[in-house]
């Protein structure tokens, strides 16, 4: 049996998990130490809208990519599924470490404020996977659709908070606590990667399951 919740809940923790941008703190902050403030909102701004766009685009093209390429759904969810899965075993064991770098040219740190903190490390393959998956869910379905984008709108402005306040953030986790939050979150991908293999089997093979 497939088990196929879809809500704005479903959508907004399974983005929460694969689209959070805390292994991004750490190079975010070494970039805009030695800007002032207008300039670091500019960043900001920019890695969020990175990340955004990103988002959209695999809703909205993802699957006619697919298509395209003729690689039916259920394939993809085990593809997607085994991808998840290193995602969250890399999350489980990674330790997040202060980043020193030089001071760059405002020019130098826009495009790294793109790549990599908007895309990958906000924004990357895990996540791309798990919108268009998604999305696969809420074809055809108007509310569903709503429901999938209001969950990306939520996750953009907590990205874009994150990055805002992100000095503060770190003073008050510490890199324990970001240690900590990185590894919930690689559970969370680690078990929706295990999910979408399960539903990509239950697809591929209905009487296997």
Same mark, same amino acid.
């Given at each position: 049996?497939? !088990? ?66 003729? !690689? ?79 969950? !990306? ?43 979408? !293999? ?12």
């Amino acid at each position: 049996m497939i !088990i196929n919740s879809t809500s704005y809940q479903h959508y907004l923790l399974g983005l929460f998990a694969v689209a959070n941008n805390i292994p991004a703190i750490p190079l975010y902050i070494s970039l805009i130490q030695h800007l002032n403030s207008d300039d670091q909102h500019k960043i900001c701004r920019i890695a969020t809208l990175t990340a955004f766009l990103t988002m959209t685009v695999a809703m909205f093209v993802g699957l006619g990519i697919l298509n395209f390429f003729e !690689i039916s759904v259920p394939a993809f969810r085990i593809a997607g599924g085994l991808l998840l899965v290193n995602t969250g075993f890399v999350m489980l064991n990674s330790e997040q470490k202060a980043v020193s770098v030089a001071p760059l040219a405002l020019s130098k740190i826009i495009s790294t404020a793109v790549i990599p903190i908007g895309i990958p490390l906000t924004t990357g393959a895990g996540t791309m996977t798990t919108i268009i998956l998604f999305s696969e869910t809420a074809r055809d379905k108007a509310y569903l659709n709503f429901a999938l984008m209001g969950a !990306i709108v939520t996750i953009t402005a907590t990205i874009y908070l994150s990055f805002r306040y992100a000095p503060k953030i770190v003073q008050l986790l510490d890199v324990t606590g970001l240690n900590v939050f990185t590894k919930i979150f690689g559970l969370i991908t680690l078990a929706l990667g295990i999910q979408f !293999i399960l539903n990509g089997i239950s697809g591929a093979f209905p009487k296997l399951m």
